[in-house]
Nanobody, 115 residues
C-alpha cells in the first residue's frame, strides 16, 4: 500500500519561499503523474501543480510563475518550490496522483503566509 508523506511547510512572511517534499513509500510512482493540491479553511481541495512521469508540468493560474513542481524518480519524491508567497497561499498542502486513483491522502503539510 502506497503511503504519501508531505513535509517542508511552515510559517513564512509574504514574499518568502518554501520547498515542500512528498515522499512515497510502499510502491514506486515512477510511471505515475503526480500533483500537489491545497486546501484552505472552509474551501475545497484544489490542484495547484502537476507533473507527468516524463517531467511535463502544468500549474494553476494562481501559482503560475511562482511555484515549480519537480520530481526525483530515484527517490520516489515530488517537490514543490514556492516563491513569492502570498497570504492567499495559506493552506494545507497535499500530494497525490493526477488524476486521483484512490490513494489514501497523507497528513499534508501546513503552509502559513503571514507577517
Amino acid at each position: 500500500q502506497v503511503q504519501l508523506v508531505e513535509s517542508g511547510g511552515g510559517l513564512v512572511q509574504p514574499g518568502g519561499s518554501l520547498r515542500l517534499s512528498c515522499a512515497a513509500s510502499g510502491s514506486t510512482l515512477i510511471l505515475t503523474a503526480m500533483a500537489w493540491y491545497r486546501q484552505a479553511p472552509g474551501k475545497q481541495r484544489d490542484m495547484v501543480a502537476r507533473i507527468t512521469s516524463s517531467g511535463s508540468t502544468n500549474y494553476a493560474d494562481s501559482v503560475k510563475g511562482r511555484f515549480t513542481i519537480s520530481r526525483d524518480n530515484a527517490k520516489n519524491t515530488v517537490y514543490l518550490q514556492m516563491n513569492s508567497l502570498k497570504p492567499e497561499d495559506t493552506a494545507v498542502y497535499y500530494c497525490n496522483t493526477y488524476p486521483l486513483v484512490g490513494l489514501t491522502w497523507g497528513q499534508g503539510t501546513q503552509v502559513t503566509v503571514s507577517s
